[in-house]
C-alpha cells in the first residue's frame, strides 16, 4: 500500500485555475502510474487523467483535455493535477490514486492506494 494525501483544493471563479498535489508517502511511488479521478455530488467517480511511472505518457478525460495536465516528480513524491480554464462542471472532489498501465489503459488499484479526495468548487 502507499499513503496518499491530496491538497490545493478550493474555491475558484469559471476560467480560473487551480493545482492540486498529490504527495505519497514511502519509497516505492516511482513504481506506480498515478491518476486523478473526481465525483461530483450524486454522480459517479470518473476517471480525469493519468500518468505512466516515469511521465513520459499521460491521458485525459476528453472533458478536460487541453485544460488539465497531469505531472509527477517522483523526486519528491508528488504527482500534480494542474486545472486551467475551470468550468463549473468541474466541481467536485477530487482523487488521486496509485495504478498501473496495461497497454495504453491506466488502472487504478483497489483500497488502499487512493487519497481521502479534495474538494473543487467553481462558481458561475
Known amino acids: 500500500q502507499v499513503q496518499l494525501v491530496e491538497s490545493g483544493g478550493g474555491l475558484v471563479q469559471a476560467g480560473g485555475s487551480l493545482r492540486l498535489s498529490c504527495a505519497a508517502s514511502?519509497?516505492?511511488?516511482?513504481?506506480?502510474?498515478m491518476g486523478w479521478f473526481r465525483q461530483a455530488p450524486g454522480k459517479e467517480r470518473e476517471f480525469v487523467a493519468a500518468i505512466n511511472w516515469s511521465g513520459s505518457s499521460t491521458n485525459y478525460a476528453d472533458s478536460v483535455k487541453g485544460r488539465f495536465t497531469i505531472s509527477r516528480d517522483n523526486a519528491k513524491n508528488t504527482v500534480y493535477l494542474q486545472m486551467n480554464d475551470l468550468k463549473p462542471e468541474d466541481t467536485a472532489v477530487y482523487y488521486c490514486?496509485?495504478?498501473?498501465?496495461?497497454?495504453?489503459?491506466?488502472?487504478?488499484?483497489?483500497?488502499?492506494?487512493w487519497g481521502q479526495g479534495t474538494r473543487v468548487t467553481v462558481s458561475s
Open positions: 490514486a496509485a495504478g498501473y498501465y496495461i497497454g495504453s489503459g491506466y488502472y487504478p488499484r483497489g483500497d488502499g492506494y
Open positions: 514511502g519509497r516505492t511511488f516511482s513504481r506506480y502510474a
